[in-house]
C-alpha cells in the first residue's frame, strides 16, 4: 500500500518532509526485520481513510452470502481480504491505484469460495491414482477395469480402488469369485462408495488369515457363502481384520494425492473443504494424525498448500487434539484450522449396515449396526465437549439418528450451555419429530444432496416406498425447524461438485427419474447456496473468516458461466470460469 504511494507523493513536490522520510525508512527495516509485518501492516492501512485495493472486481453480480447486503455489482480486495463490496460507483471506485488489478466481469455472477463440509481429501486423492470403479453399472466392466490395473502390476503387489456401487447393476453384491481368476497372484481389495464395505479377492482374505473359522468382530461383519466360507465382502468394523495388511502408502504419495485433490477441488469453485481424514470404522486412528504432520503441515510450512482445510480428527484421540490446541490455538494458519473430533454410530444404506427402527425390505431380520458401542460413544464425546471441542457424529439411520439427539441433549445438559455446534454427519433419515429436535438443540445437519440422486433407488427397495417417502433427505424439513444445513460431498463416496449438489438439492430428479423425489424437499437456490457457504462455515466455526464476502473475510470466491440470476434460480444449472484464493487466481 505505501509503495503504491510513492509516486504520488514524489510527483506533488520536489521534497519530502523529514518525519515522512523518517517513517517511510523504519516501514521498510520492520519489512526486513519481520517478514510477515508488510502483509500485516498493509491490511491494517488498508482500513484507514485512504486504503488502495490490490483487486478491485467490477461489472459482476455479485451474491455476498450476506443477508445485510445480499447483492452488489462490485468488490475490492487488499492483503487477500475483502476490503469493501457494493456499488462501484458509491463504494469502490476511489481504490483502484498503482498496481490494482480491475477485474471487468461483463455480468457474470459470482459467489463466496464454496466449503465442502464433509470430505476425505488425502483419501480421494488417492483414489484417483488407483482402480477407478465409480459409475459402473455392469459386472463385465467391473472385472475388465481390475484386470487392466492388473497388468501393470508386478506379482505380490496390492490392486487397489474403489467407488463401486452395486445398486447401478441392479444390486447383486460383488464376490471374489468375479476377480479372483484374473488376480492370481495379486491380493485385491476393493471399497465400495460408501466406504463401509469391500470386495477382497481369495488371496487377499488367505493373506488376512481370513477363514470360515473367523468371527465378525463387534460392529462389523464377514459375509459368506451358503457353505460358510468367506465370499470376500467385509463390513465396517470386519475390515480391520485386513487392512493392516496392505503396506502403507508413502509420504510422498500422500503429498502428491493432496495436489491432485487440490486442483480437483479449486477446478469445482471449492476454495476449503472440512476433511474428516482417511479413519473410518476398521483403520487405524493415526492415519488422520499422520495426514496432519507429514502432508497438511509439510505443505503448510513450505508454502504449498492450494486450498483451506478444517480438520477433523478420530474422537478415540481426543486428548491428543485438546493438546495440539493449547499450542496451536484453532488457527494453525490462514489454510489449517483444526475442527473437532468425530465418531460413528452406524453404517451405510448401500451396506444394509444403516441402524433403522424397523428391518430392511430386502434383508428381513437385518436392522443395521451400531458400529461404536453407546456407552463408549457417550463417554467420549462427554469428554470432548467438556474440554471445548466440537463434536462430530456419523449417523444415517433413523435409530442412530435419535440416539445421538439423544446423547447430544444428555451432554449438552450434562455440561451446560455454551456455543457448541454439535453436527450429525449425513442425517439422511429421519422419523417423524427428529427434524425439530435439530433446531431445538442447535445441531449442525451436514448433509451431502448428490446421495439422495445414488440412494433414491436403493432407499425405496431397501426401505419400502412408504418409509423411504416419509424420512429420506429432509432438507427443506430441517431448515423449516431452523436446523443449520451445511452442504457438502462426503469425496471419494461421492463427486465433488458443489453445483451439481446444489441442483439436486433444488431439483431432486434421480438419473433415469423424470420428477423430483419427495418435491417436497426441494430447496431454494438463496437456501442450496448458503448451505454451501455462510451456513458451511458456521457449521465449522470459520464464519468469522469465510462464509460470506463481507469486508474483513477472505477473498475466497468464484466466477460462474452465468449472467442471469433467474437461469440460475430456475434451473440451478452454471459452470465455474474462476476459482479465487486470498483474492489470487487458483483456477484455471
Known amino acids: 500500500m505505501v509503495c503504491c504511494h510513492f509516486p504520488r507523493m514524489l510527483n506533488s513536490t520536489n521534497k519530502i518532509p523529514f518525519s515522512i522520510l523518517v517513517l517511510l525508512l523504519s516501514v521498510v527495516s520492520l519489512h526486513f526485520l519481520h517478514s510477515n509485518y508488510w502483509s500485516n501492516l498493509r491490511w491494517s492501512l488498508s482500513l484507514q481513510s485512504s486504503p488502495v485495493a490490490d483487486l478491485v472486481v467490477r461489472n459482476a453480480l455479485i451474491y455476498t452470502s450476506d443477508a445485510s447486503l445480499p447483492f452488489a455489482d462490485s468488490m475490492a480486495v487488499s492483503n487477500g481480504r475483502i476490503l469493501r463490496v457494493g456499488n462501484y460507483s458509491s463504494v469502490v471506485q476511489d481504490l483502484p491505484g498503482y498496481g490494482t488489478k480491475e477485474l471487468n466481469l461483463e455480468g457474470k455472477i459470482v459467489v463466496p469460495g464454496f466449503i465442502d463440509s464433509h470430505v476425505h481429501f488425502i483419501n480421494g486423492g488417492l483414489q484417483m491414482a488407483q482402480v477407478e470403479l465409480r459409475g459402473i453399472n455392469n459386472r463385465d466392466e467391473f472385472v475388465r477395469r481390475v484386470q487392466e490395473a492388473v497388468k501393470n502390476k508386478k506379482q505380490g503387489s496390492w490392486v487397489l480402488g474403489g467407488g463401486w456401487n452395486n445398486d447401478l447393476w441392479g444390486g447383486e453384491l460383488p464376490v471374489a469369485s468375479w476377480i479372483d481368476d484374473i488376480t492370481p497372484y495379486n491380493p485385491v481389495w476393493l471399497s465400495r462408495t460408501d466406504g463401509h464395505m469391500g470386495l477382497a479377492n481369495s488371496m487377499a482374505l488367505k493373506l488376512a488369515g481370513i477363514t470360515k473359522y473367523t468371527e465378525d468382530p463387534i460392529g462389523g461383519t464377514i459375509m459368506k457363502t451358503t457353505s460358510g466360507e468367506p465370499n470376500g465382502l467385509l463390513i465396517d468394523s470386519a475390515m480391520k481384520l485386513l487392512l493392516p495388511w496392505i503396506p502403507e502408502v508413502s509420504v510422498d504419495e500422500r503429498r502428491e494425492a493432496l495436489v491432485r485433490a487440490s486442483n480437483l477441488a479449486l477446478m469445482r469453485g471449492v476454495t476449503t473443504v472440512v476433511d474428516f481424514g482417511r479413519y473410518v470404522p476398521g483403520t487405524s486412528v493415526q492415519l488422520s494424525w499422520d495426514d496432519f504432520s507429514d502432508v497438511y503441515h509439510w505443505t503448510d510450512t513450505s508454502g504449498k498448500m492450494m486450498i483451506r482445510v478444517c480438520l ?23 489454510w489449517i484450522y483444526l475442527g473437532g473430533v468425530k465418531g460413528f454410530a452406524d453404517g451405510s444404506l448401500g451396506s444394509n449396515s444403516a441402524l433403522f427402527y424397523e428391518p430392511y425390505v430386502d434383508d428381513p431380520h437385518n436392522y443395521g449396526l451400531l458400529v461404536t458401542e453407546l456407552e463408549s460413544l457417550f463417554n467420549m464425546t462427554m469428554a470432548s465437549d467438556k474440554s471445548g471441542l466440537q463434536v462430530a457424529i456419523h449417523a444415517i439411520g433413523d435409530k442412530a439418528n435419535d440416539l445421538i439427539l439423544d446423547v447430544y441433549e444428555s451432554v449438552g445438559s450434562t455440561n451446560g450451555m455454551r456455543d457448541r455446534r454439535f453436527r450429525i454427519e449425513h442425517a439422511q433419515h429421519l422419523v417423524p419429530g427428529s427434524t425439530a429436535r435439530f433446531g431445538e438443540q442447535g445441531i449442525v445437519a451436514s448433509v451431502q444432496p448428490d446421495h439422495l440422486l445414488d440412494d433414491a433407488d436403493s432407499a425405496i427397495k431397501k426401505l419400502g416406498v412408504e418409509r423411504a417417502q416419509k424420512e429420506s433427505y429432509l432438507f427443506r424439513s430441517l431448515l423449516a425447524s431452523n436446523a443449520q444445513l451445511a452442504f457438502g460431498s462426503d469425496w471419494p463416496v461421492a463427486d465433488i461438485n458443489p453445483l451439481g449438489s446444489i441442483k439436486a438439492a433444488m431439483k431432486r430428479i434421480p438419473p433415469g427419474w423424470e420428477s423430483a423425489w419427495i418435491s417436497s424437499e426441494c430447496l431454494t437456490l438463496h437456501d442450496a447456496l448458503n448451505a454451501y457457504t455462510i451456513s458451511a462455515a458456521r457449521a465449522s466455526f470459520l464464519d468469522n473468516d469465510l462464509g460470506s464476502l463481507s469486508p474483513g ?15 440460475f434460480a430456475a434451473e440451478g444449472s452454471a459452470s465455474v470460469e474462476a476459482t479465487f484464493v486470498g483474492g489470487l487466481q487458483a483456477y484455471p
Open 312 to 334: 477433523f480428527f478420530p474422537m478415540e484421540t481426543w486428548s491428543h487434539l485438546l493438546d495440539l490446541i493449547s499450542k496451536t490455538g484453532r488457527v494453525v494458519s490462514q
Open 553 to 567: 473475510k477472505m477473498a475466497d470466491f468464484v466466477v460462474l458461466s452465468t449472467d442471469s440470476w433467474d437461469d
